[in-house]
């Protein structure tokens, strides 16, 4: 079992930045890759980036090079530190966990958090 409590969303200018965290909880936390995903009114949720506890990252092409993931194992927590953001970055961003083969694939993610909004005017 996972819990998955997001924070940090709000609304930004076009070009500003915005950190987003996950804390992590529950037994089988340490077991498990956790990421971020989003979903724009109207669209699919999409992956965003995911991180495993002991290293490696992944970043989605729409997001590499402004947003980078990272975590603090000694808080559980999981960030996402997002710059140069563009008004299509507005979606409700959640955070996600599931095994490291599957963290990238929203069909197969067993825990989500319960989303932030992330608004960004023009």
């Known amino acids: 079992q996972v819990q998955l409590q997001e924070s940090g969303g709000g609304l930004v200018q076009a070009g500003g930045s915005l950190r987003l965290a996950c804390r992590a909880s529950?037994?089988?936390?340490?077991?498990?890759?956790v990421g971020w995903f989003r979903q724009a009114p109207g669209k699919e949720r999409e992956f965003v980036a995911a991180?495993?506890?002991?290293?490696?990252?992944q970043h989605s092409d729409s997001v590499k090079g402004r947003f980078t993931i990272s975590t603090d194992n000694a808080k559980a927590t999981v960030y996402l530190q997002m710059n140069s953001l563009k008004p299509e970055d507005t979606a409700v961003y959640y955070c996600?966990?599931?095994?490291?083969?599957?963290?990238?694939?929203?069909?197969?993610?067993?825990?989500w958090g319960q989303g932030t909004q992330v608004t960004v005017s023009p």
């Open positions: 996600a966990s599931d095994s490291v083969r599957t963290i990238t694939m929203t069909k197969y993610i067993r825990y």
């Open positions: 529950g037994r089988d936390v340490s077991r498990y890759a």
């Open positions: 991180t495993s506890w002991t290293g490696g990252t």
